[in-house]
C-alpha cells in the first residue's frame, strides 16, 4: 500500500522559512522522482519543485530561488526547504510520486494528503 505523509508545514511569519518532509512507503523510493505541488483557496494546483531518481531538480518559477528540493533514499524522504516565505505562498502543499520525472511535474500516480503552510503578513 503506497502512502506519502507529508510533514512539517504551519504558521510562519513573513520572510521565515519551513522545512517541509514527505515520508514514503509501500513502493521503491529510490526509482520514483518525487515533486511538490502546492493549492491555495480557490486556485488550481500548481508545481513547485520535482527532483529525479538520480537527484536532477526542476524548480517552477513561483518559488524558484526560495525553495531547495532534495531527497534521502536511505529514509525514503522528499524535502522542500522554503525561504524567504511571503503570504502569497500560502496554501496546501502535496507530496507527489511517479516514476516518470515528466509526469510528476502535472500528474503523478500517488499524492500525498497535504500540510497546510501560512504566511501572516
Known amino acids: 500500500q503506497v502512502q506519502l505523509v507529508e510533514s512539517g508545514g504551519g504558521l510562519v511569519q513573513t520572510g521565515g522559512s519551513l522545512r517541509l518532509s514527505c515520508a514514503a512507503s509501500?513502493?521503491?523510493?529510490?526509482?520514483?522522482?518525487m515533486g511538490w505541488h502546492r493549492q491555495a483557496p480557490g486556485k488550481e494546483r500548481e508545481l513547485v519543485a520535482v527532483?529525479?531518481?538520480?537527484?536532477?531538480?526542476y524548480y517552477a518559477d513561483s518559488m524558484k530561488g526560495r525553495v531547495t528540493i532534495s531527497r534521502e533514499n536511505t529514509k525514503n524522504t522528499v524535502y522542500l526547504q522554503m525561504n524567504s516565505l511571503k503570504p502569497e505562498d500560502t496554501a496546501v502543499y502535496y507530496c507527489?510520486?511517479?516514476?516518470?520525472?515528466?509526469?510528476?511535474?502535472?500528474?503523478?500516480?500517488?499524492w500525498g494528503q497535504g500540510t497546510q503552510v501560512t504566511v501572516s503578513s
Open positions: 509501500g513502493f521503491t523510493f529510490g526509482n520514483y522522482a
Open positions: 507527489g510520486a511517479d516514476r516518470s520525472f515528466s509526469r510528476v511535474h502535472s500528474r503523478p500516480d500517488y
Open positions: 527532483i529525479s531518481s538520480g537527484g536532477s531538480t
